[in-house]
């Protein structure tokens, strides 16, 4: 009788230490903008790094500058990349963030010699055509 008595104690202790803590975490999602040079309309930054600070979570933007991360209130964002100068959101009870860098993403405009600046120009337009098109779609709103 004493031995099931000692082992039904070490089941439910080691029972009680495989508890998890009740957090929320919830899918955070967003968007990811930043100005371009010549043109007046914020693009979407492609590939930006999106990390929760002191974890291994990690995701990136897709090709509309658009993010999905599952975090809990309170933890910071990290958004970095190539050629990004490093940027901390912190979250709070929002689902959903627009996010514009205000001229985070290095661009050097001046290494476009005579024609190149004028392809780089147009480029440039024509993204800014495609973002205004998005944004009578709805593609980048936020909907909590």
């Known amino acids: 009788m004493k031995y099931i008595i000692y082992l039904s104690f070490l089941i439910f202790s080691v029972l009680s230490f495989g508890q998890e803590i009740n957090i929320k975490t919830k899918t955070i999602k967003g968007y990811i903008f930043d100005n371009a040079p010549f043109i007046n309309t914020p693009i979407p930054v492609i590939e930006a790094y999106i990390t929760i600070r002191g974890t291994d979570s990690k995701t990136k933007?897709?090709?509309?500058?658009?993010?999905?991360?599952?975090?809990?209130?309170?933890?910071?964002?990290?958004?970095?990349?190539?050629?990004?100068?490093?940027?901390?959101?912190?979250?709070?009870?929002?689902?959903?963030?627009?996010?514009?860098?205000?001229?985070?993403?290095?661009?050097?405009?001046?290494?476009?010699?005579?024609?190149?600046?004028?392809?780089?120009?147009?480029?440039?337009?024509?993204?800014?055509?495609?973002?205004?098109?998005?944004?009578?779609?709805?593609?980048?709103?936020?909907?909590?």
Do not use: Q, W
Request: hydrophobic content about 35%.
């Open 61 to 144: 933007t897709d090709s509309n500058g658009k993010f999905e991360i599952i975090a809990k209130e309170g933890d910071e964002l990290i958004i970095s990349g190539l050629g990004i100068k490093s940027h901390t959101i912190l979250v709070t009870a929002k689902n959903c963030y627009i996010i514009n860098l205000n001229n985070a993403v290095v661009d050097y405009p001046f290494m476009y010699p005579g024609k190149a600046l004028k392809k780089y120009k147009k480029h440039l337009r024509k993204i800014e055509r495609e973002v205004l098109s998005n944004e009578k779609k709805g593609i980048y709103k936020c909907l909590d």
